[in-house]
């Protein structure tokens, strides 16, 4: 294929604009104008009021990139356009053979970079033959944009073999590290790496990487950090950074921001770098009081921005990056190797650093997002800690109690207020296009609230995992953690004491909603036998589903929905190619069956799945 003018390089992509060979890429260029849920219509010349519009598309003939250049005489949004094929195939990662699931082929995913107030246009083609999948923008708010949400159930149906559906919607979130994944009720079938970074800069910032660049995760004094753990396929191994097992991050002298992202399905890192202390300034996209650390403990979910400055005086220098798995069963630890050089004078360093089983003692270091605050022999600091650059405003107060369950089974539940235990399953339609009548299903698990709140959610978890409880649309402040008071007091049926919400909490819940101001989070943990107290304002009127982020949790019922507003789409707002969901395909409506719990007084549950009851 040829490489200039816009069209399709080697690796796929297209390059952004169109320009000479010693040009550097334009910037796509498209009218202001209301893009909200509107059906789509051919992009071709319009003609008005004595206006003519061109509008050039550059389409790639194979899988690629796509962009879309339109000028208007008054203001001009910038659209950056991806074209995203998912396929499946044999590949082998690290030292095995996988089937795996990929985006245009790559491993790893294409980061997406996008600035605030610029239109993001992702075409995403289902090219697996035995799947049908969603795509979710994990962290985004899409205020006026939730069909594009990506959730199977909630927002859309999803996109069948060989079909394609593009997600289009104006970016207005605050600038930071966010991510996208697949968000379907069925998993697919071997890893994953349909997922990648959204990195969303700020308006006027220069030098951000253009999509399909080979410079996306690492770039100008910015370097992304991707972790993937590979459950349940990688059992007790390690992982991957940004796609590979032993991945090398180049940087000189002077000071850099790492976004470190966890887009793993099942497990926490300790994260490390040998030698350095890390500085905190956001988490989940949003800026935080600048806040020193040895390691940061990070889940599914999870995001970090870090400020780390390099002053060497050699050369050159190498040292590790370390994620330590927090499970026991996870054996090893993802390795990374940050190469230093003094100056653009010098080659790297090739030699890996001594000491890779050594790294920093954890029972002496500073553990930031720690949950085991009782614990004396380790240095640890709650989430809490973390100070938000700018707390959300706060409204009329409203509070609700939720409380999560687990069966010996490893069937999971959660309780709204003096409902019974549901474990949670998505509706055959959308649940966004329900009359809000009719969406207290027997398995909904729907939490309604008004508009223009500030509604705090009382967390308890009776399980024995920990919680990473992603909510969609919104982020929240995290008011309090309670945590248990032992380790061992879970019993062999993983069945943990419901701590009382005086020894949850250091003060009455109304004194902490009075008093505290909480960092802002979209993923947060929940501790095992612990507790937390959360805090949004229903500011996005929509059905916004709030679940655990270790996905197979998630799918065993540790989730439920947030009607806000009791928001309704009509059906006549919805994009021309808005996946159908077909009579004839329906999924089977899902069995019920009442249970009860002999372990812990004989509580009823409302199961989804008949296997998750058993007698006793």
């Known amino acids: 294929m040829p490489n200039e003018n816009g069209s399709v390089r080697d690796d796929g992509s297209i390059k952004e604009g169109i320009h000479k060979d010693n040009e550097s890429p334009s910037e796509t260029l498209v009218p202001s104008s209301n893009i909200k849920e509107r059906p789509r219509t051919k992009r071709g010349f319009i003609l008005g009021a004595g206006l ?62 996008v600035r605030k107030g ?4 992702v075409k ?66 071997g890893l994953d790496f349909i997922r990648g970074p959204l990195i969303i800069h700020e308006p006027d910032a220069v030098d951000v990487p253009l999509p399909g ?24 191994q390690a992982g991957l950074l940004n796609g ?20 793993g399905d099942k497990y926490a890192y300790f994260f490390t770098i040998d030698g350095h202390e890390l500085t905190v300034v956001a988490t ?21 921005d870090i400020l780390i400055n390099f002053d060497i005086s050699t050369s050159t220098e190498s040292l590790w990056v370390r994620a330590k798995g927090v499970a026991s069963s996870q054996k090893e630890d993802i390795l990374s190797v940050i190469r230093v050089r003094k100056d653009s004078s010098v080659p790297f360093e090739t030699e890996l650093p001594p000491g890779k089983d050594g790294g920093i003692d954890l029972k002496t270091a500073k553990i930031l997002n720690c949950l085991h605050i009782e614990k004396p022999e380790h240095d640890c600091h709650g989430i809490t800690e973390l100070v938000p650059a700018e707390p959300q405003p706060l409204l009329e107060s409203e509070v609700h109690f939720v409380e999560v369950f687990v069966l010996g089974t490893g069937a999971m539940f959660m309780k709204i207020a003096e409902r019974k235990f549901t474990q949670f399953y998505l509706p055959n339609i959308p649940a966004l296009f329900t009359p809000p009548v009719d969406r207290e299903r027997k398995h909904a698990n729907m939490l309604s609230v008004s508009t223009n709140k500030s509604v705090t959610i009382v967390l308890r978890n009776q399980g024995w995992s920990d919680h990473p409880m992603h909510l969609h649309g919104h982020h929240y402040e995290v008011l309090a953690l309670g945590t248990k008071k032992a380790p061992d007091i879970c019993d062999e049926n993983y069945i943990c004491p419901l701590l009382t919400l005086e020894e949850a909490f250091s003060e009455p819940i109304a004194d902490i ?75 089977k409506e899902e069995e019920t069956c009442i249970c009860s719990d002999v372990r812990s007084g004989n509580v009823e549950m409302v199961c989804a799945r008949p296997w998750g009851c058993r007698d006793d």
Not at 221 to 227: A, D, I, Q, S
Not at 246 to 258: D, M, Q, S, W
Not at 533 to 552: E, M, S
Not at 557 to 568: F, I, L, Q, S
């Open 244 to 263: 590979d097992q032993l991945h090398e991050i180049k940087v000189e002298n002077g000071e850099y921001r790492f976004r470190i992202i966890n887009g």
């Open 284 to 304: 989940d996209g949003y800026p935080v009081e600048p806040y020193k650390t040895d390691v940061i403990h990070i889940h599914s979910g999870e995001r970090f």
């Open 52 to 113: 003519v519009f061109l509008v050039i598309s550059l389409v790639s003939i194979t899988v690629g990139c796509v962009y879309l250049y339109k000028t208007s005489s008054s203001t001009k949004t910038k659209t950056k356009s991806y074209s995203f094929l998912t396929e499946q195939s044999s590949r082998e990662v690290g030292s095995k053979s996988y089937i795996v699931n990929t985006i245009n082929g790559k491993i790893p995913a294409p980061p997406i970079h």
């Open 213 to 236: 660049s080979e410079d996306a995760y690492q770039y100008g004094n910015e370097r992304v950090l991707f972790y993937y753990d590979l459950f349940p396929h990688f059992r007790g």
């Open 124 to 189: 995403v083609t289902n090219g697996i033959a035995e799947s049908e999948l969603t795509l979710h923008w994990h962290g985004l708010h899409l205020k006026g944009f939730q069909v594009y949400d990506g959730v199977e159930g909630i927002t859309q149906c999803v996109i069948k073999p060989d079909n394609s559906y593009v997600y289009e919607y104006t970016v207005n979130e605050q600038p930071g590290s966010y991510w996208y994944h697949t968000h379907n009720q069925e998993g697919l079938l």
């Open 118 to 121: 610029e239109v993001l246009s």
């Open 513 to 587: 909603l009075a008093t505290r101001r909480g960092v802002l989070k979209d993923s947060a943990i929940l501790p095992s036998g612990g507790a937390m107290i959360l805090r949004f304002n229903t500011d996005n009127p929509g059905i916004w589903l709030f679940h655990c982020h270790v996905k197979a949790h998630m799918l065993e019922g540790v989730t439920m929905a947030v009607n806000e507003g009791d928001y309704m789409l009509s059906h006549d707002k919805t994009p021309g190619d808005y996946p159908v969901c077909e009579k004839s395909e329906k999924k």
